[in-house]
């Protein structure tokens, strides 16, 4: 029996409208993933950002109508490989961010990330990359080439005293940033020493360190992430990631500078 006509075009609308719906829909998840990380998928437990470690002078800095000047030495991570563009790095969004905070200062992040720099590569080049810079505060992040190279933890230790006795010399506040972060990497590659070493020259430096590979183990184990499938995901991944460290880092100066 032949349909009345009204209900014809009822029901072969009714497809129509489903594959528009999910059209919208597929579009709207693509959109989604397009857009820069936002403070709910960045957050971390409180604890992760606390230090009583103090920046005196990147405080004065932080000031209306003063200038701050921060150089970032490390390696791939910081150079922004991954996101497949340094304007995605965590260090061009940090300028970025502390800017917007802090309108009536002058900020300037000067990226100085090499891919695949051990510890000591990076002290090798301080001299041009940090110190010649003359930055109020120097962020360094390293550790993931010595432990992939398997580099003495001890060595690595005194590579990291010696680079920041260089800095405290010229003067120059530091922050440190530990590794990053993905079971796939942490089943073979024993971070642990290194990040020991890390934490312990920071402690008795009492300079402040910038939690990553914590926070992205807590981004892992929530589901926010999927570091697993970095590969697959490619550069919207990495610059969704690097865009929440780079909110979190802003955040922890603010606290070291209050």
Excluded at 222 to 231: L, R, Y
């Amino acid at each position: 029996m032949m349909l009345p006509a009204h209900r014809r075009r009822r029901a072969g609308s009714l497809p129509v409208l489903i594959l528009a719906g999910l059209a919208v829909a597929a579009l709207s998840a693509f959109a989604a993933s397009m857009r820069p990380a936002h403070a709910d998928e960045c957050a971390i437990p409180e604890e992760l950002l606390q230090d009583d470690s103090r920046l005196e002078m990147t405080k004065a800095h932080l000031a209306p109508g003063k200038t701050l000047k921060i150089v970032v030495i490390g390696g791939s991570s910081t150079a922004g490989t991954a996101a497949g563009s340094t304007d995605k790095s965590y260090p061009r969004r940090l300028q970025e961010i502390l800017s917007e905070r802090h309108p009536g200062t002058t900020i300037v992040v000067e990226n100085k990330g090499l891919a695949h720099q051990s510890a000591q590569q990076m002290l090798d080049r301080f001299d041009r990359d940090v110190i010649g810079e003359q930055p109020t505060l120097a962020i360094w992040e390293t550790g993931i080439t010595d432990a992939v190279r398997g580099v003495d933890p001890e060595e690595f230790a005194v590579t990291m005293q010696s680079g920041l006795d260089r800095l405290k010399d010229s003067k120059i506040e530091a922050m440190l940033i530990d590794m990053q972060f993905s079971r796939a990497t942490a089943s073979v590659i024993n971070f642990d020493s290194y990040l020991n070493a890390l934490h312990h020259a920071a402690d008795i430096n009492d300079i402040y360190v910038f939690r990553r590979y914590q926070m992205m183990r807590y981004w892992s184990e929530n589901g926010v992430f999927d570091f697993d499938n970095w590969p697959k995901a490619g550069a919207q991944l990495a610059a969704r990631v690097y865009d929440c460290v780079a909110r979190r880092l802003a955040d922890a100066i603010e606290l070291v500078a209050r």
